[in-house]
């Protein structure tokens, strides 16, 4: 009930800036209506109650039995089981994360089935289960998280070159979809899976550094997949419908949720059903826990599914419709000032509400016992989000700038870093810029960019909507990376 009580306090710390901003905002600037507002606040209410119960969760379930299984998986001593099982894990978790299921509908919802739901389903968790599988071999194999990520975003270069000349809607998909698989239920999993596997390091420091690393490289699979994917099945052709905000002037205020509820308790049961189900197996093939650590862990995972429900019943029965009447009104007012200042203010403080955060800032903080805190790492990754946001704001100000006139030096920049940042903040770096990217940002900020849009005409939702992710998980990329070279400066 402590650890309950903690989260409450810290959940509603983390989400009632957002709060203000909006309130601040309806009466100044961009007024809403009453339904839409008191809906807001409700969906905030919700939010806070379901992310600390998800915590619990993921305390007292997700995350203990990601470190047993990694240990247990290593003990082997056998690579193939090693690298089948983690990539077995990796393809169906991947592809029950709630984040992706709503961006692949999403995508075959705007282009009316061009593109398939389906398709990209087996594609973007195959990349992922694939790299996932890479990234165990590296720390199996001892080989330098530097030169994986070196290799990794230098092929990305390559292959986003041609698609930015071809077809620059897949590099958006492609960016967007790697941001969107690394949310609720794959981070905590996927980290504490790489914590257990360090742990069996007898160099202290080498066990420290290849605790990170492993979400970021899952979630390279996603972006060369789609690449791949284009490059070899072009879909050229496919119809878009017309980009409009949400609106919700009248109505009940508690009747979307209502109509929300059964579709959360859907989407809740798929995410956790694959890892529910491989925790079932593994503990009789191969944790073999004893009771009351059974029991522990079942108790965690019921948890981890009443916290995601809540946290859908908020996000779409309030954040994602309040977003995008904010982008619409902002966007529509003379002085688009007031956008570009209200982007960065809401990438700010919305990052620090991202479940995924919380949980990389907690384990940074106790495998460097410390010496790197979490609130550092916190409002830097909130600084280079709320930038990120901005440029997605003036990418739809200026229709000229494309994303890849934004993602090619954000990328070189981070191939730059990653030669003088240390070993631990490569890992760091490239963790942040996934768990940047979970569902409370991209579903209240992508309400938001598309909301804004949407004040535009021939705005398109492909191009202009879902390179934000994009812009997202680079900026948690090059800010961390940069942070750790001034580590790296101070400490000598």
């Known amino acids: 009930m402590n650890i309950l009580v903690s989260y409450l306090k810290s959940n509603t710390q983390a989400v009632l800036p ?20 008191l809906r807001f606040l409700a969906g905030a209410a919700a939010l806070i109650v379901g992310l600390s119960v998800f915590f619990a969760g993921v305390d007292l ?42 961006l692949v509908g999403q995508i ?4 009316a089935g061009g593109i398939s739901s389906s398709l990209l389903l087996a594609v973007i968790p195959a990349g992922f289960a694939i790299m996932i599988a890479l990234g165990y071999a590296r720390v199996f194999l001892h080989t330098s998280m530097r030169l994986f990520f070196t290799i990794a975003y230098a092929a990305i270069l390559v292959l986003a070159w041609i698609t930015a000349r071809s077809s620059p809607e897949f590099l958006a998909i492609g ?4 941001g969107s698989v690394t949310g609720i239920l794959v981070v905590p999993f996927i980290m504490a899976l790489a914590v257990g596997i360090s742990k069996l390091r007898k160099d202290s420091k080498q066990a420290e550094e290849d605790s990170f690393g492993l979400v970021g490289a899952g979630a390279v699979g996603p972006i060369l997949g789609v690449m791949i994917m284009n490059i070899l099945k072009p879909i050229r052709e496919y119809p878009l419908i017309s980009l409009e905000p949400t609106t919700a002037e009248v109505g009940s205020v508690m009747g979307p949720f209502w109509g929300v509820a059964p579709q959360a308790v859907r989407s809740s049961i798929v995410a956790l059903l694959p890892l529910a189900v491989s925790f079932l197996i593994l503990q009789r093939v191969l944790l073999k826990l004893e009771k009351k650590q059974f029991q522990r862990m079942l108790k965690g995972f019921i948890y981890t599914l009443l916290g995601t429900f809540l946290f859908f019943v908020g996000v779409d029965g309030g954040f994602m419709e309040l977003g ?13 000032i007031w956008l570009l ?22 384990q940074i903080e106790e495998v460097t016992a410390g010496s790197v805190k ?16 901005l440029l997605s704001a003036v990418r739809i100000l200026l229709p000229g700038l494309t994303l890849w006139h934004l993602l090619l030096p954000g990328y070189a920049a981070a191939l730059i870093l990653l030669r003088f940042a240390p070993n631990l903040f490569v890992g760091i770096g490239f963790d942040a810029g996934s768990v940047a990217t979970g569902p409370l940002t991209t579903t209240f900020i992508l309400a938001f960019i598309q909301g804004a849009a949407g004040a535009f005409p021939g705005a398109d939702l492909l191009r202009d909507g879902l390179g934000m992710i994009a812009l997202v998980a680079m900026a948690g990329i090059v800010t961390l990376l940069a942070l750790g070279v001034l580590f790296r400066v101070q400490s000598k």
């Open 374 to 389: 979490g609130r550092v790492v916190a409002l830097s990754l909130a600084s280079g989000v709320g930038l990120a946001i």
């Open 61 to 102: 379930g997700i995350s203990p039995f990601g470190e047993k299984t990694g240990s247990s998986l290593v003990k082997t001593s056998k690579l193939w089981i090693f690298l089948l099982a983690g990539g077995l894990l990796g393809f169906f978790v991947s592809m029950a994360e709630p984040g992706l299921l709503v």
């Open 175 to 178: 960016f967007d979809s790697s």
């Open 108 to 111: 075959e919802y705007v282009t």
């Open 324 to 336: 995008s009447q904010l982008g619409y009104r902002l966007a529509s007012l003379d002085n688009r």
């Open 341 to 362: 200042m209200t982007s960065f203010a809401l990438g700010f403080v919305t990052v620090l509400a991202e479940p995924s955060v919380y949980v990389l800032n907690r």
């Open 18 to 37: 957002i709060v203000i901003i909006v309130l601040i905002l309806n009466f100044t600037l961009a007024p809403l209506t009453a339904p839409v507002l």
